[in-house]
Each structure stands twice: as structure tokens, then as C-alpha cells.
């Protein structure tokens, strides 16, 4: 036996096919796909819950201002009317309507409304219609109406910090002022505005006196 002789080597491994290599990096791509997934779905689990409870918070925080917290002691945001349209409140699309209660006895309807006609476009509204009518607060929740002018419909612009304008709804019931009268004072109404923007004021004025009528109206069936 030649001792120099070059020793033989194995023979090299046979280069992958074409659909070994197409299992191998679907393979490597579904184990990809499945950590990817989970990784996302734990993560949108850690974080829905908290998104949830923020916005609920912040719904309820709104909610309190226009009926206080102390009027009331069932789960409000659970006892909820969902309808699936209401153009009276200016929502074609649906609305919801949540039910106020102490002590199993109704209290007061909490709902959204809009007011299309504003001097600037559509006006979002919160409020609280008691169980007799009368009015337990409005807030203004958006808007566009114009800055300086039109804009002291809502109380965090309004420049008057101690009596704003819409503080004049809260307690109105129409066992004292006629619904009809619900309007500013340049239509023949009870509502105060101020001068050079009616328009805002006469816009939110509307959309209240409509909430109201439609609480007055559907009030039995919206506290069952």
C-alpha cells in the first residue's frame, strides 16, 4: 500500500431538490407565522384590557358631568338601550341610550346627540334627561366651531369661567319653560347666547329641546 496516496474523502451530500427546499422554508416560515402570532395576540391581550378600561373611564368621566355620580348607584355603562337609529338625537346610524337608577327606581336617560347645523359643522353633545323631564347637564364633546367666537358653547373655552353658557340648561324642565320656548332668545326662546354667534348657540339649543321631546316621548320604553 502506497503510503503518500491522497486518502479518499466521503462522498459530498447530495444538494437539496427543489420541494425538499420549498418544505424546508415553508417550514421555517409557518413556525415564523405561529410565534409571530402569538407574540401579537399576547400582546393585543396585555394591552385591549387597558385600551378598554381607558376609554370606559373616560365615557364615564363625561357622563358624571352632565349626572353626578351621587344620583345614581347601578352599573351605569352596563345598563345600556342600543337603537338602531335615532334621528331625533341626529343619529341616523344608531345611538345609545344609558338608564340612570337608585335603588332599582329610573333616574335619568344619559345619552349622545349631535347637532348637524352648526356654524362649522356637526356638534357632539352628552346629556342627561331626568326622569321628570328636566335636564340634569349638556356638555359639549366636539365641535369645530370657531375659535374665540363660537366656541364658549363649550365650557372648557368658554371665557365666562364662573356661570359658562351651557350651565343654563342644567336644571331646565319643561314643567317650567315650555318645551316650544326651548330656543335662543333671538327666536322668540328663554336660551341666552351672545352676540355675533348665534348660530353655534341656536345649533345646540335644537339638538337639546329635540333630545328632551324624544326622552319625554320614549321614556317608558327606553327605561325597561
Known sequence: MNEHATPELPPAAPEPGPLRLSLSTAAVMAVFTLVFTGLMAGTYQATHTRIEASAEAEKLRLINEVLPPARYDNALLRDVVRLDAAPELGLPKGASVWRARRAGEPVALVMEAVA???????????????????????????HKETPGLGDYIDPLKDKVRDHPWIA????????????????????GGD????????????????????AARFAQAERDRLYQ
Open 168 to 187: 343654563q340648561f342644567t336644571g331646565l324642565s319643561p314643567a317650567r319653560v315650555a318645551l316650544a320656548r326651548w330656543a335662543v332668545r333671538k327666536d
Open 191 to 210: 336660551i341666552a347666547y351672545r352676540a355675533g354667534a348665534t348660530i353655534s348657540a341656536r345649533a345646540v339649543t335644537q339638538a337639546v329641546a329635540r
Open 116 to 142: 348637524p347645523d352648526g356654524y362649522a359643522g356637526s356638534i357632539r353633545l352628552v346629556l342627561a334627561v331626568l326622569h321628570d323631564g328636566s335636564l340634569g347637564g349638556v356638555r359639549v364633546v366636539e
